[in-house]
C-alpha cells in the first residue's frame, strides 16, 4: 500500500473507471487510499470497477476500446506490481495504440527491478524471461538457450510457489550448483531475500513450504 505514488493516487482519484485483475482487491486498495491523510477524504466519485483477467480479456477489450473512443478515461491495474508485466493488459494496450488511442504509463513498483537493485548482481544489463515454460522439454530448452548468449547479462525470471522446486532443479541440470538470489514478496510484509548456491535453496525450500511469488536472478558469467 506505501508503495503507490502520488500520481497513481490523483490518476486513481480522477478516472471514470478501472480495469483490474480483481475488483475486491481493486476495491479495497481505493478505499485504502480514501481513509488516508485529509487530501484522500475529499467526497470523490468512486470510479466503476471493470473486472480483466486472462480468461477474459478478449471479450472485455472491446467494452474498454468503445468507452475509451467515448471519452472515458480508464486506468488499468494488476493485483501487485506493474500491469502488464506478466499481467493481463498488454493485449488491451496493443488494441489502444492500434486504434490512436493514448496510453500513459504511472510509474510504480517492479518487483523484477527491486529485486535486480538488491540483488548485488550486475546491473548494468540484465534480461527478464518471466515465468519459464510449464513443459520440462521446453523450460529444458530455455535454460540451455540461456548459456549460448553472446553477452554477460543478469538474468531475472518469476516464479510460482507450487513450481519453485521444479525450476531450481532444472536450473541445476543446466547450469550446475550455480549462486543465486531468490526474492520472495518484495515489498510486503513476509519479504524475504536470499543469497545461495540453487542446493540450499532447494534444501530450504523443500523443509519449507514456499509461499507467495518469487523472483530468480542469477549470472552466469558473474
Excluded: W
Excluded at 494496450?93 to 510509474?107: A, D, H, M, Q
Excluded at 527491478?113 to 530455455?142: E, M, N, Q, W
Excluded at 549462486?179 to 524475504?192: F, G, N
Aim: charged share 25%; hydrophobic share 40%; net charge positive.
Amino acid at each position: 500500500m506505501q508503495d503507490i505514488t502520488l500520481r497513481a493516487i490523483k490518476i486513481l482519484q480522477s478516472v471514470d473507471a478501472v480495469v483490474c485483475e480483481d475488483t475486491r482487491k481493486t476495491g479495497l486498495l481505493l478505499q485504502n487510499l480514501a481513509s488516508k491523510g485529509d487530501a484522500l477524504q475529499k467526497k470523490i466519485p468512486k470510479p466503476r470497477l471493470i473486472s480483466y483477467y486472462e480468461q477474459n480479456e478478449l471479450q472485455r477489450i472491446p467494452e474498454v476500446i468503445n468507452a475509451l473512443r467515448n471519452g472515458l478515461s480508464i486506468a488499468l491495474v494488476s493485483d501487485a506490481g506493474t500491469p502488464t508485466i506478466s499481467d493481463p493488459g498488454f493485449k488491451l494496450v496493443r488494441e489502444c495504440i492500434k486504434e490512436g488511442i493514448k496510453v500513459e504509463s504511472i510509474p510504480g513498483s517492479s518487483s523484477a527491478i527491486a529485486a535486480l537493485t538488491v540483488s548485488g548482481l550486475p546491473t548494468d544489463k540484465f534480461l527478464f524471461i518471466g515465468y519459464p515454460p510449464k513443459k520440462p522439454g521446453h523450460r529444458k530448452t530455455l535454460f540451455e538457450n540461456l548459456i549460448k548468449l553472446p553477452i554477460k547479462t543478469t538474468i531475472i525470471l518469476f516464479e510460482g510457489p507450487h513450481h519453485l522446486i521444479r525450476t531450481l532443479e532444472g536450473m541445476t541440470e543446466i547450469f550446475g550448483d550455480i549462486d543465486i538470489v531468490i526474492c520472495r514478496e518484495l515489498t510486503k510484509i513476509y519479504e524475504e531475500i536470499r543469497r545461495e548456491r540453487i542446493s540450499f535453496s532447494v534444501e530450504h525450500f523443500t523443509k519449507t513450504i514456499p509461499r507467495g511469488e518469487f523472483v530468480i536472478l542469477f549470472n552466469l558469467n558473474n
